[in-house]
């Protein structure tokens, strides 16, 4: 038997870098995936390439930053699939690097809204949905910026900061009803997310004064794999956790 065989999976950012590799993976491994984006066309040909290798996913275009988007996302995935098993919190966006003198309101607010408001409104609708049927699960894809203060600029650092904590607290407030979260703390790895971004001079000069140590970058199956363990039954004692997979970056 597949390790996520009969489970329900929605992954958001699923159209490029981690979430892509975490929805092929979970498809793979037995799950009907929900991929979520703000980007139509990739989501569809992510879809497309699961399905023609015999897995099952669908799409839904969602702003996980609009309140609106998340419920008609919830909504779509329990009337395709029925049931919801398992929420992978993975979009997210960087700041350039800005340091908090230069940070716009417009800046702060797309950066907060994606990174930590859009996995509270997913995580709460699911949730609801946990508690009536007495299961569930949850992995955010944090950062080790969550973890420490120069890994990028001030917007990304406090959002990841607060997804920790959003984290922590779902676990242990709902350990007693078989609700599970957990979040991953990646280092650097090999994705678009800074693709075509005009960085801060100042904030990516501090930011690269600490990279001595970075052994490499991580290809996305490899946080692919830990969302794989935390997802499943073989972790179920692990909640409210943060694993740090950063190739011994932060172990210095």
Known sequence: MKTLENKVALVTGAGSGIGKAIAELFAQEGASVMLADVHQQNIEAVANAITAKGGRAMCYAADIGNEVDVQLLIDYTCRMYKTLDILVNNAGVMDSFTPVAEVTNGLWNKVINTNLTGPFYTSRAAIRLFL????????????IGGLFGGRAGVAYTASKHGLIGLTKNIGYQYAEKNIRCNAIAPGGVSTNIVQGMEVDPF?????????????????????????????SDQSSFINGAVVTADGGWTAY
């Open 132 to 143: 009536e049927k007495g299961s569930g699960n949850i992995v955010n894809i944090a950062s």
């Open 203 to 231: 904030g990516f000069e501090r930011m690269n004064a600490g990279t001595a140590n970075v052994t490499r970058q991580a290809d996305p199956m490899e946080i692919a794999d830990v969302a794989l363990y935390l997802a």
